[in-house]
């Protein structure tokens, strides 16, 4: 299979094993080496270019590789308790390195750090400094207390703080797709989710200071942003002295109108609040790609209801219904939970009849995983076993093995506008990039054409997850 590098997308804690290494260079160095690993949904990458921003500015110089590192950051995901699991047994080999480097400092930073706080420090001894996804700005003196001698923790929430101000230090890029936070928070309160409590309140980030880091992307050559929050359709920002006020729609359209040639995606879109308004904005300009993440976790009304999602069964139909209506090459995506409490097998029908209804091109499906604290946790009996989990996951996951296949199939013997984003992973014969629907395209590569640019590919044929063909004009 064919994959790059470079399309994290906001729910790539499907793939927590993933974890990127980042280098940069500084311009004040103090001799110091900082490494950095993130886990999680593209917010907590986005987040390590903040710290790494922090970092940098304090003389930090980045490096690939753990072992050289005088400070080991660890950005953390708590959503599903695999995803938490992982970090720990990822600690244990960083406290191997430790035990013969003991000047070494090791940080927990992001999600599972504002969980567990100072419990961290009881329970994992080699972690000297926690710190949560609001407190970044403090790592100067946090940093500063850990070299004194003290373990250091600062998991403060903010109902303000956007980081609007710092420059994100990019990491690991290929200078052509970038990620722009434009929100911090959820006030959601799905009763399975443990985003509220790590993340805190939502808050909006100053417009300007968007559309100004979408400028200067596209001035440094990137052609492709992402804009990132948990409920994108929720943005709302309102000036200071409250004459300007701009809806996600709104946002939208002034970062598309930084150029013809500045592509914008986004994620993630909540069914409740995705507007007609979104989807119009979306089909008057051209550079707004045609794809929508829209989360449905459960195709039955009375799981919804119980889920606290605040949609159910009818008006997610609607939603999509109006997007077919509105945009109707518009690629869809999902998310989806097996095995909520209480689901019974015909609600669980209802799920894969929902599937069938949308014939999602691409969806991310996990089995219901209790957190502790959440609204679910505490009204609800996590009760359906796991050999049960298991199975209906697997239904749904075969059910979108076909739907994905048929979804590319469609694309078979059309032309697709592809960006390129550097070589295939497989072969430097052949570039990869991917079409406005999102879909990932291979292509030998034309040396008239260059990463950056964009392309006309005629597909030929498609694996499971690729398309495959060849650049025409
Ligand atoms: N803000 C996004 C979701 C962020 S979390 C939204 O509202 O859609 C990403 C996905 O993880 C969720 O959509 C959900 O499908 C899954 N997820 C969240 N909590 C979970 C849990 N406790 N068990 C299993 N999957 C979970
Ligand atoms: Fe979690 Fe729901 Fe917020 Fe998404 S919208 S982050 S699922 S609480
Ligand atoms: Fe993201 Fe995981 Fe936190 S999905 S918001 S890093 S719990």
């Given at each position: 299979m064919y994959n790059?590098?470079?399309?994290?997308?906001?729910?790539?804690?499907?793939?927590?094993?993933?974890?990127?290494?980042?280098?940069?260079?500084?311009?004040?160095?103090?001799?110091?080496?900082?490494?950095?690993?993130?886990?999680?949904?593209?917010?907590?990458?986005?987040?390590?270019?903040?710290?790494?921003?922090?970092?940098?500015?304090?003389?930090?110089?980045?490096?690939?590789?753990?072992?050289?590192?005088?400070?080991?950051?660890?950005?953390?995901?708590?959503?599903?308790?695999?995803?938490?699991?992982?970090?720990?047994?990822?600690?244990?080999?960083?406290?191997?390195?430790?035990?013969?480097?003991?000047?070494?400092?090791?940080?927990?930073?992001?999600?599972?750090a504002e969980r567990l706080k100072s419990k961290f420090l009881e329970e994992e001894k080699l972690v000297d400094v926690v710190v949560g996804p609001d407190a970044y700005r403090d790592l100067p003196n946090l940093i500063d207390k850990v070299d004194d001698g003290s373990r250091a923790v600062n998991v403060l929430l903010s109902r303000e703080e956007t980081y609007a101000d710092i420059n994100p230090v990019r990491l690991n890029s290929n200078g052509i797709t970038a990620f722009i936070s434009i929100m911090r928070g959820c006030d959601n309160m799905c009763s399975f989710c443990v985003v509220p409590f790590t993340r805190g309140r939502e808050r909006s980030r100053d417009a300007h200071s968007i559309v100004k880091e979408a400028q200067e992307l596209f001035d440094l050559g990137y052609r492709e942003v992402t804009l990132l929050g948990q409920n994108v359709d929720s943005y709302k920002w309102t000036s200071e002295d409250g004459t300007e006020s701009v809806n996600f729609a709104g946002l939208l359209e002034q970062v598309a109108l930084v150029s013809p040639d500045l592509r914008i995606r986004f994620s993630t879109s909540h069914p409740k609040d995705i507007t007609d308004e979104v989807l119009y904005t979306m089909a008057q300009h051209e550079n707004i790609c045609k794809y929508i993440h829209l989360p449905i976790q459960s195709g039955n009304s009375r799981v919804l209801e119980i889920m606290n999602r605040t949609y159910?069964?009818?008006?997610?139909?609607?939603?999509?219904?109006?997007?077919?209506?509105?945009?109707?090459?518009?690629?869809?995506?999902?998310?989806?939970?097996?095995?909520?409490?209480?689901?019974?097998?015909?609600?669980?029908?209802?799920?894969?009849?929902?599937?069938d209804y949308v014939k999602y091109d691409f969806a991310y499906m996990f089995m219901y995983s209790e957190r502790p604290g959440t609204l679910a946790a505490k009204r609800f009996t996590d009760d359906i076993p796991d050999d049960v989990k298991k199975r209906r996951l697997n239904e749904i996951v075969r059910k979108q093995q076909q739907h994905s296949h048929e979804r590319l199939l469609q694309q078979v013997g059309k032309v697709q506008k592809v960006l390129i984003e550097g070589f295939s992973k497989k072969s430097e014969l052949d570039y990869a990039g991917r079409s406005d629907q999102n879909a990932t395209v291979v292509f030998p590569a034309d040396k008239n054409y260059k990463p950056g640019q964009y392309v006309n590919v005629f597909v030929e044929r498609c694996t499971t997850a690729t398309l495959i063909g060849k650049i025409v004009e």
């Open positions: 790059l590098q470079s399309s994290v997308k906001e729910h790539d804690e499907a793939r927590q094993g993933e974890a990127l290494m980042l280098e940069s260079t500084s311009t004040k160095n103090n001799g110091r080496k900082l490494y950095i690993e993130s886990y999680g949904c593209a917010m907590n990458f986005s987040d390590s270019e903040i710290v790494a921003s922090i970092m940098t500015d304090m003389g930090f110089e980045t490096t690939a590789d753990y072992k050289e590192a005088d400070v080991i950051f660890i950005n953390t995901c708590s959503i599903r308790e695999n995803a938490e699991q992982r970090v720990r047994n990822r600690l244990r080999e960083f406290g191997a390195v430790k035990s013969r480097n003991p000047g070494m400092v090791v940080g927990v930073l992001g999600c599972m159910d069964r009818e008006w997610y139909t609607e939603r999509i219904n109006s997007i077919r209506r509105i945009i109707p090459e518009c690629a869809i995506s999902t998310d989806v939970i097996a095995g909520f409490c209480t689901e019974t097998e015909e609600e669980h029908k209802d799920t894969l009849s929902m599937m």
